[in-house]
């Protein structure tokens, strides 16, 4: 039982500060820069011939998955090409890219700039040659919101407009305002516990000072429990109207963050939970290295969503396999996006799965012999 607290306290704590607090940050700070980024830019940088691979990888290079879920949004209206929504997916990490980036930044700097490389030499390729063998059919529509994005499975966010008010309104709208509040101050809180880690400092003696210790750990316990409810609530609860500005930044990147900090507590619990449970040896064991290694991030990749990408990043991180697999990991997932152009052409979703794990393999094999 004492073990079990242990993991469940250590594995919200680290989560917190040294992982979800940095994604929190660099997706706010991305967001930001990603609301500059207006529609007849996309179209008119992704339309070029021969520029339109080199665009779409420079967009799916975003963390997260909405610059990929942009260009499949393009692709359906028939701006964007094939190659040009290849060299999207297989330069996204989706959601895990910050989680990457948050704790160890050279590492997703040299994984992400070789997904990029590759997405463009292939993207270049499917157009120059017609890789496509006449399978791919552009659409003249895609599953679009209000303001141009597509929502995977056709579902529209809120259009604006206010719900009606209820008795429980006035509640709902403290309730609201205090869990977004409350998450905010332990982000910040984490993040500061985050900084004062990656300089060196003696997080052994921050935590058995008494309040400081109380602090960090409520503070962990906060940030973590709502995100989960984040997660499992609809959206329009958190802002049934469209909010705007700054306020619209926070909210976007509380709802974006939430999921990705579940997974993370997820991922983390589970492998300490396998590491506590097993003999140190069997899980070293298990560590994939070579040609093995990369066929099998690549088929992980093939997976769509973020959750599973998550946990790849995290097991790498506690050192459970190899760059190998996460490059080719990196290379074949197609995060969110994949939901996306499901929606919009099943066949273009199967033959660019299919196009993605090919040079997934055969990188992952380059970088596990380098």
């Not at 996204?92 to 930044?105: E, M, Q, R």
Request: proline share 5%.
């Amino acid at each position: 039982m004492d073990d079990f607290v242990d993991l469940t306290a250590t594995t919200l704590l680290d989560a917190w500060t040294a992982i979800a607090s940095f994604v929190v940050l660099s997706l706010l700070v991305t967001r930001l820069l990603r609301s500059g980024l207006g529609e007849r830019t996309l179209d008119s940088l992704l339309s070029r011939r021969g520029v339109g691979p080199l665009g779409g990888a420079a967009l799916g290079a975003i963390p997260g998955c909405g610059g990929a879920i942009a260009v499949v949004s393009l692709y359906g209206r028939g701006t964007a090409g094939f190659g040009t929504l290849l060299a999207a997916l297989i330069a996204t990490a989706g959601d895990s890219a910050f989680v990457l980036l948050s704790v160890a930044p050279r590492t997703a700097a040299l994984t992400y700039a070789t997904a990029f490389v590759t997405g463009v030499v292939a993207g270049i390729a499917v157009d120059r040659y017609d890789l496509t063998l006449g399978r791919v059919k552009r659409v003249g529509r895609a599953v679009d919101d209000p303001h141009g994005g597509v929502v995977p499975g056709g579902v529209t966010p809120t259009d604006g407009k206010t719900p009606r008010s209820t008795p429980w309104g006035s509640v709902v709208r403290v309730l609201r305002t205090a869990a977004l509040v409350g998450w905010w101050l332990a982000a910040a809180i984490g993040l500061a516990v985050g900084l004062y880690r990656a300089v060196g400092g003696d997080m052994s003696r921050l935590l058995s000072t008494g309040q400081p210790a109380e602090i960090v750990a409520g503070a962990s316990v906060v940030g973590v429990g709502l995100s989960v409810v984040v997660a499992l609530v609809p959206e329009t609860v958190l802002h049934p109207s469209e909010p705007a500005g700054l306020r619209a930044a926070a909210v976007e990147t509380t709802v974006e963050s939430a999921p990705i900090v579940a997974w993370v507590v997820v991922a983390l619990a589970g492998y300490r939970a396998l590491a506590m449970a097993l003999d140190p040896g069997v899980l070293s064991g298990v560590a994939l290295g070579g040609p093995s290694g990369a066929i099998a991030g690549s088929l992980i990749g093939v997976v769509p969503g973020c959750g599973v990408h998550v946990g790849v990043v995290t097991a790498f991180v506690e050192g459970a396999v190899p760059p190998s697999v996460l490059v080719a990991n990196a290379i074949s997932q197609d995060g969110d996006a994949l939901f996306a152009l499901f929606a919009i052409d099943r066949t273009a979703a199967v033959v660019a799965t299919v196009y993605t794990a090919v040079p997934a393999v055969v990188v992952g094999v380059a970088v596990s012999v380098v």
